[in-house]
Every structure is written in C-alpha cells, then in structure tokens.
C-alpha cells in the first residue's frame, strides 16, 4: 500500500536562477511520494535503478537502468516513483528553469 512505503530523502545541491539540481535516494521499496513536475528535467542515474512509476489511471511502468543513463522529460509529468529493486539505487534530477 503506498501509505505506508519509506520515503526516499533527497538533498537540494544547486537551485539558482537557470536550474535546479536534487540528488535522490532510495532505499528498496522507498517512494517519492505523488507529484506533479512544473518544470522541464532530466535524470542521470548514480547507480543501477529498478525504477516502479506509478502513473494517473492506476497504470504502472517499469524501467531498469544502469548507472550513468540519462533521459528528459516535459513539464507536466505526474508520477509517483518507487524503487521495485533489492538494492538502494540514487539519481540526480536537474530540473531546468
């Protein structure tokens, strides 16, 4: 039940006028908890991710990563991300202003 899953901690590293830059960590089973992206982003993955994403209309992905893969996405992205691995897994998001 998601209520009751860890949640994952991040860190703020860099948040000025252009960008701003959140290392994430998870430990296995941790979520980010529902939320809405209001900016453009891209992910760099710190160590291999077993990335869950739940999605609006109880629709679930998953994707696994190596270490050091990155993706974007548009503003407006609604998700919750856990991490399904065994493992604790870490990314950082620059989300661009």
């Known amino acids: ?3 009751q899953r860890e949640k994952a901690s991040h860190a703020v590293l860099v948040d000025d006028e ?3 830059v959140t290392r994430w960590d ?3 089973g941790a ?3 529902w939320h809405r992206h209001g900016m453009d982003y891209v992910i ?3 160590t291999p991710c077993s990335f869950l994403l ?3 209309g109880d629709e679930t992905v998953r994707n696994d990563l190596e270490a050091g893969v ?3 996405r548009s503003e407006g992205v609604e998700h919750n991300v856990i991490n399904a691995g065994d493992r604790p897994m870490a990314f950082v998001e620059v ?3």
């Open 1 to 3: 039940m998601a209520g």
């Open 95 to 97: 989300e661009l202003k």
């Open 54 to 56: 739940e999605l609006p």
């Open 70 to 72: 990155c993706y974007r």
């Open 31 to 33: 979520e980010t908890g």
């Open 18 to 20: 252009r960008v701003r």
């Open 44 to 46: 760099t993955t710190l």
């Open 26 to 28: 998870f430990a296995p």
